[in-house]
């Protein structure tokens, strides 16, 4: 079966401009997280969906970033007028159920702005 | 300190040695679980333990928890150099928003 998947791999842009970040959990998960990690980082959370509940959007780091998700299947991480600090990689993974499930990641998306 | 600690940051050691990496948190949990990442992207699950188990085994992987001292470790029996890749722990505490907490991560080399 299919695994987590995301759109694109990798993007370059320029600062200022906003990009889109898709996600396409595994079928059935209700549990959807979106990560951003950092050049030799850890994790760090940014947004969670779980069914049909208001988002958990505890950690965006500004109102530069949202997302949303459609029918309960796909997600799309906004970031708006991109600065140089958002350059990181934005990693998108679904669960089951509830969040102590182990969580299934996607390849990420390798974001760049210039 | 942070939820989720991972020492060391960095280790480096010959095939076929054990490697022991360590992590520490600070909040009651649900579980604990430990995933691996190859060259910063997506993180692969590699095994949970529940806050009632104190040991668990798979493969070539033995992982312990201590909920008195709130601390993790992770063993890898017999390094193979497939097995370098940054270790992350994850917690999901008891209270508060229903997300793991990732740490920082061990960056594990196994030099052949």
């Known amino acids: 079966g299919a695994g987590v998947s995301q759109s694109p791999s990798n993007k370059v842009t320029e600062k200022g401009k906003d990009v889109e970040l898709r996600c396409d959990p595994i079928s059935g998960h209700t549990a959807l997280y979106w990560y951003r990690q950092s050049l030799g980082q850890g994790l760090e959370f940014l947004i969670y969906f779980q069914g049909n509940s208001a988002p958990d959007k505890s950690g965006l780091p500004s109102d530069r970033f949202s997302a949303e998700r459609t029918g309960g299947s796909v997600s799309t991480l906004t970031i708006q007028r991109t600065q140089q600090e958002d350059s990181a990689v934005y990693l998108c993974?679904?669960?089951?159920?509830?969040?102590?499930?182990?969580?299934?990641f996607g390849p990420g998306t390798r974001l760049t702005v210039l | 300190s942070q939820q989720g600690e991972e020492d060391p940051q960095a280790l480096s050691i010959q095939e076929g040695e054990n490697a022991t990496m360590n992590c520490s948190y600070k909040t009651s949990i649900n579980n604990l679980q430990w995933y691996r990442q190859n060259s910063g992207r997506g993180l692969v699950h590699l095994i949970l333990?529940?806050?009632?188990?104190r040991e668990k085994h798979s493969g070539r992987l033995r992982v312990t928890l201590d909920t008195s001292k709130k601390s993790s470790s992770l063993l890898i029996t017999a390094s193979r150099a497939a097995d370098t890749a940054s270790y992350f722990c994850a917690t999901d505490i008891t209270q508060g928003a229903q997300k793991l907490v990732f740490g920082q991560g061990t960056r594990l080399t196994i030099n052949p």
């Open positions: 333990i529940r806050s009632n188990e």
């Open positions: 993974a679904s669960s089951p159920f509830r969040s102590y499930n182990e969580q299934f």
